[in-house]
């Protein structure tokens, strides 16, 4: 009998059913005394720092990802929210909803080097690389515009309302931003800093992760309500295809090397889902993690996926270091 079983099991791994994990955890980093949930991340590749917003905590935790270790808690942030750092500058921003500031940090010594004020309910924070401008969600709906170098606000695109998740095009020249509350996804063009489109949110609410595949001019929207990843076409806006995820999603992003999503939801699961062809997507695994887990980082430099997991009952907060497997 037990040579049937492993007969049967061998048989079982060689059919395809069995494969190895997408994501392999590789540190546990404790967050002792951290308090309260989690907004965004940003990362420092050459360095391997991860930069934390803990936002019910009102501070910026530094982590060591090659060693697995919190090099530091960085306290006097206001709701800490989205987070950018800029590797020419070594400088950190840190977009804070509670006092409306955008902070600038020294990246050695942590220290504020200066206030950008009068964003309120200031949100993430993206990147251009080109033009050195960073794009920051606030307010009742709007993108700021600042400019890195002068650290000056230089210009505002109104929105319909509150803007959540958005993604640059490093090609195309547009801004996709997820703007919930108006069941939309607003489209923005970066050189008139105007709307040029939107596209209704009606069958699936509630978008607020986004993570965008610009070759293949695929937009992924994770929605909580119900709780869908839905796959539109950047050339139309039309849907694609759509499928059931965990729930409570909050951060969603796109591996274009292994043509796969992950997914951190804070039901308590990530959810990795394989791109099998620009308009078909399955569900590859799922993760479990802890309930109210639902902040994530992934890391295409490192290859490394983060989790940001918050302090709960007797079960202080930490941060999860997964590796991602082939």
């Given at each position: 009998m037990r040579s049937a079983t492993v007969l049967l099991l061998a048989l079982w791994m060689c059919s395809g059913f069995a494969q190895e994990a997408s994501l392999k955890l590789i540190h546990t980093v404790p967050l002792n005394g951290v308090q309260g949930r989690f907004d965004h991340f940003a990362i420092d590749a050459k360095g391997q720092r991860l930069f934390v917003a803990a936002l019910g905590n009102n501070s910026l935790e530094?982590?060591?990802?090659?060693?697995?270790?919190?090099?530091?808690s960085v306290p006097g942030m206001s709701k800490p929210t989205g987070v950018l750092y800029l590797p020419n500058l070594n400088q950190i921003l840190v977009a804070n909803g509670d006092d409306g500031t955008l902070k600038i940090l020294d990246g050695a010594e942590f220290k504020v080097l200066k206030n950008v004020t009068s964003f309120d309910d200031a949100d993430n924070l993206r990147f251009d690389s080109k033009a050195k401008l960073a794009w920051l969600g606030y307010g009742d709906g709007a993108l700021g515009v600042v400019d890195t170098a002068t650290v000056k606000q230089i210009a505002?695109?109104?929105?319909?309302?509150?803007?959540?998740?958005?993604?640059?095009e490093q090609i195309g020249g547009r801004i996709f931003v997820n703007v919930p509350d108006a069941k939309q996804v607003a489209v923005v063009n970066c050189e008139k800093r105007a709307v040029i489109a939107t596209w209704p949110m009606e069958k699936f609410q509630a978008n607020f992760p986004m993570a965008l595949d610009e070759?293949?001019?695929?937009?992924?929207?994770?929605?909580?309500?119900?709780?869908?990843?839905?796959?539109?076409?950047?050339?139309?806006?039309?849907?694609?295809?759509?499928?059931?995820?965990?729930?409570?999603?909050?951060d969603l992003f796109y591996?274009?090397?292994r043509t796969q999503l992950y997914l951190s939801c804070g039901e308590g699961f990530i959810d990795v889902i394989r791109q099998r062809s620009p308009d078909k997507c399955e569900l590859r695994e799922r993760i479990p993690t802890r309930p109210g887990a639902r902040t994530g980082f992934?890391?295409?430099?490192?290859?490394?996926?983060?989790l940001a997991v918050p302090q709960r009952g007797d079960q202080s907060a930490e941060l999860r270091i997964f590796k991602a497997q082939n």
């Open positions: 530094v982590i060591d990802l090659a060693a697995g270790k919190r090099i530091q505002n695109v109104k929105l319909a309302r509150h803007p959540e998740s958005f993604q640059l070759p293949n001019h695929r937009l992924f929207i994770g929605c909580r309500k119900p709780a869908r990843l839905v796959v539109l076409d950047t050339d139309t806006g039309k849907p694609v295809t759509d499928l059931a995820i965990s729930r409570d999603i909050d591996d274009l090397i992934f890391s295409t430099d490192l290859n490394q996926f983060c």
